[in-house]
């Protein structure tokens, strides 16, 4: 029987074609964090490099300038992919626990030593989390495609939103 972080891990879809065996062993990798309610997880803006797989309890995420909400992750849920990938990341929206919450974190390094030491488990995370961000990526393509659209009929400011990103 598998214990509950297994049993969680083991139904994410970034995890779901490893073996239990190989659970297993990711799991010696992983740390336990604990929230209260309200406690930010990660604040938008500032570096971070691990990734988070909700266990218990729920996640608020927003977005600059106002905490405006764009989603909530519960348990089985995750979040932090893209940190795992770039050099000095940055954090792109803030996660705030919805309640008391409990989360099982990986950072960059950890995930790496793993991959390293068990390739044939990290390559299929690996293909999970890359085929994960390229949905996202396809989306948000769609989402300006449309915003660029809605502005040629002057019904957006797009260039504006742009701009004042960079």
Request: net charge negative; with cysteine.
């Amino acid at each position: 029987m598998l214990d509950e972080t297994l049993e969680i891990l083991s139904k994410n879809f970034l995890f779901a074609d490893l073996t239990s065996e190989e659970l297993l062993e990711l799991k010696g990798y992983l740390r336990p964090e604990s929230f209260e309610a309200g406690e930010h997880i990660v604040r938008e803006g500032e570096e971070g490099d691990s990734l988070y797989l909700v266990t218990k309890g729920g996640v608020n995420v927003t977005k600059e300038p106002d905490n405006h909400f764009l989603s909530y992750i519960g348990s089985g849920g995750y979040f932090g992919d893209m940190a795992l990938f770039m050099p000095h990341s940055v954090r792109t929206a803030s996660c705030i626990a919805a309640m008391k919450t409990e989360c099982q974190s990986i950072d960059k390094a950890s995930l790496e030593e793993f991959c390293t030491t068990y390739p044939v488990p990290g390559n299929k995370i690996y293909r999970e989390i890359i085929r994960a961000i390229s949905e996202r990526l396809a989306i948000t393509s769609a989402d300006l495609a449309m915003l660029m659209k809605q502005e040629m009929m002057g019904q957006s400011k797009v260039s504006e939103i742009v701009a004042s990103k960079k």
